[in-house]
């Protein structure tokens, strides 16, 4: 699992990259949400500290950046599994056995939507269309690579591989 | 039939190859023999309509931008593709980037645009790389920057990545997420042309729209209006999905007969089964009945005749086995979970409406459900800021109009009785059930609580309620 808490900081490399997030818009607000990114994928959740670091960075209301990430689905509220796994079950996933994946990984894990395991390695959660409609069923992880095409035995040999990676 | 977006050229993602097979040809040609005006009229005389569902003719939209400099503007490129159903761009992403970076390059000089935003939703992370690679490719050869290819014109392209709003494919809505803000549409007017992102006029274009526009310039306004539908011109991305044997993208002219794209590209229904229905355009498009399917032609104004509409030609095929009532509350869960919550007819509608789809799932409806439902469609279509309300609205109204009687069959209720809704209507006139303020008008304050017990104890208004 991810850390519970933290203190958010970038370091002088990230500080480069919050300068270039800037000059990309003509108002710093319009920074926000690449920074929340670079937060996650440092920090792996956006903690309210994080937002209030953001805000700082940004000159902007605290509030406000909590109102954007509270706003967007992928900005993690709350610390996942290692690996969050995310499962659409919208109309062309549903119909090519979508919500037999979801219960699947739910039953194994024995966890239900956006829980943890104990030994905090996976998270599940059920998504909406991630645009994988013609090689349903899908799930991705960690907001990163697409596993399409799914079947039974596919979930299992990913499942003991993410496992065994660690 | 020859290809304009999805070539079968392999590796055309790369540059190199892509330049080799004529790419950025048409750019050239723009910047040293095109004025600004003079590649809109091409456009227009291509009579290319948006791909990302409103199918607003593309020149036409363009024009609608001021000229001269007085203000920055703006081009906004949706690759947000969110709705249901929906898989074009990211194959654009993936098969052909230049093309796609091409077209909107020469859209912006055509509106003398300096800064161009593509909008990619967040899930796409492996399609953002592929493109964050393609533009700063093209930054390296000279044909985004300044002063470019030695024409005066100065341009920069961004990549500006989402985090999971289906709203934000809204074009109001993805200004202000660019903006750094909540993803809320905005009122209309002023229009993106006139008021846009950061106040200043922008143009919003879906990918696969921007993707023609090299082949226009290079090919003319006139080779592409031959090509499919005459009222809706060229080559659409038809994403297939569903029971079908081989789904996937494919690019085919408009008009194209809707079984000849199941049965000769996408090898016919799975298992052999018959159809039952068939979203034509993402999720938000109202359904087609088998019958209706059958002589149906892949183009807006033929969809348009039935009620229903192109949208991104995403077509999602269900067979006669399908739930089609649990293909419905799928459907308003997902504009449940993704409303944006400003306009009060569809954050509460679209609640009430799958409340009502998950107790007829669950076996508890009431056959008065199925006009409740048509309703409360009703009540939010049209009553709301942005077209999600309407999105949600159509497949609700037209999948319980057209397969009624799928939903009557979950319904085990056997007799009709007098409908609570109308009960819980029908307090405010009659005398036995007066709301408190009429009460308190008429000074019979005194039987206020004993009516107030008695109309909480009332077993439709608990049902109602429940």
């Known amino acids: 699992m991810n850390k519970e808490n933290y203190i958010p900081v970038f370091d002088e490399n990230e500080m480069k990259m919050v300068e270039h997030h800037k000059s990309k818009y003509p108002a710093q607000m319009a920074a926000v949400m690449p920074l929340l990114w670079m937060i996650q994928e440092k920090y792996g959740w956006i903690s309210v500290d994080a937002m209030r670091y953001v805000g700082d960075l940004l000159k902007l209301p605290h509030d406000h950046v909590l109102g954007v990430a509270t706003f967007y689905s992928m900005y993690f509220k709350k610390p996942t599994g290692k690996y969050h796994l995310q499962i659409c079950t919208n109309v062309s996933c549903m119909l090519c056995g979508g919500y037999e994946v979801f219960h699947y990984i739910s039953d194994k894990l024995g966890i239900k939507n956006k829980e943890i395991t104990s030994d905090g390695m996976f998270s599940i959660e059920e998504v909406e269309c991630l645009g994988s409609c013609a090689t349903a069923p899908m799930l991705q992880i960690n907001n990163k690579e697409f596993h399409e095409k799914l079947t039974l035995e596919e979930v299992d040999k990913l499942l003991n591989n993410l496992r065994n990676s660690n | ?466």
């Not at chain 2, 790369?14 to 040293?32: D, R």
């Not at chain 2, 014109?153 to 809505?173: L, N, P, R, T």
């Not at chain 2, 789809?357 to 009431?366: A, C, K, S, V, Y």
Request: charged content about 25%.
């Open chain 2, 1 to 466: 039939m020859e290809k304009i977006i999805l070539k079968d050229i392999p590796d055309l993602d790369k540059i190199s190859v892509y330049e080799n097979n004529g790419g950025y040809a048409a750019w050239k040609k723009v910047l040293s023999q095109m004025k600004p005006d003079e590649v809109i009229e091409e456009v227009k005389k291509s009579g290319l309509r948006g791909r990302g569902g409103a199918c607003f003719p593309t020149g036409l939209k363009w024009s609608f931008m001021p000229k001269g400099n007085d203000k920055p503007k703006y081009l906004c490129c949706n690759g947000d593709e969110s709705e249901p159903g929906s898989f074009k761009d990211r194959e654009i992403f993936e098969k052909n980037p230049h093309q796609f970076i091409e077209g909107s390059l020469i859209a912006a000089y055509a509106m003398g645009i300096k800064a161009v935003y593509v909008y990619i939703r967040g899930e796409y992370w492996k399609w953002i790389n592929i493109m964050e690679e393609c533009v700063s490719d093209a930054y390296k050869k000279g044909f985004i920057g300044e002063n470019v290819q030695g024409s005066g014109y100065s341009v920069d392209m961004y990549i500006h990545k989402g985090a999971g709003a289906y709203i934000c494919g809204e074009e109001s809505s993805l200004m202000n997420s660019l903006e750094g803000k909540r993803g809320y549409p905005r009122v209309k007017p002023p229009f993106p042309a006139a008021v846009g992102v950061w106040g200043n006029p922008t143009t919003i274009n879906n990918i696969e729209t921007l993707a023609n526009i090299p082949e226009i310039i290079n090919k003319g306004g006139e080779w592409f209006s031959k090509i499919g539908d005459p009222k809706h011109p060229g080559t659409l991305l038809f994403g297939v999905s569903g029971h079908v044997n081989k789904p996937g993208v494919y690019e085919l002219p408009t008009g194209i007969p809707l079984m000849t794209l199941i049965n000769d590209y996408c090898g016919g229904v799975k298992n052999g089964k018959d159809i039952k229905m068939i979203i034509p355009g993402g999720s938000s498009m109202p359904p087609l009945t088998k019958e209706e399917s059958l002589n149906m032609k892949m183009d807006a104004e033929s969809l348009k005749a039935v009620g229903s509409a192109i949208g991104t030609a995403g077509v999602m095929v269900m067979d006669e086995d399908t739930d089609i009532v649990h293909v419905l509350q799928r459907i308003t869960k997902f504009y449940y979970h993704e409303s944006c919550g400003q306009c009060t007819p569809c954050r509460e509608g679209c609640g009430w409406m799958l409340k009502v789809l998950n107790r007829i799932m669950d076996g508890t409806g009431r056959h008065s459900d199925l006009d409740l439902l048509i309703s409360v469609a009703e009540n939010i279509e049209g009553n709301t800021i942005c077209a999600l309300g309407d999105a949600a609205a159509w497949p609700v109204k037209w999948t319980v109009r057209k397969f009624r009687k799928e939903f009557e069959a979950k319904i085990k209720e056997d007799k009709a009785d007098l409908p609570a809704a109308n009960k819980v209507h029908g307090l405010r006139k009659s005398d036995e059930y007066m709301t408190i303020s009429d009460h308190a008008e008429q000074g019979k304050v005194e039987d206020l609580m004993g009516k107030v017990q008695e109309l909480t104890q009332n077993e439709d208004i608990k049902r109602f309620s429940s």
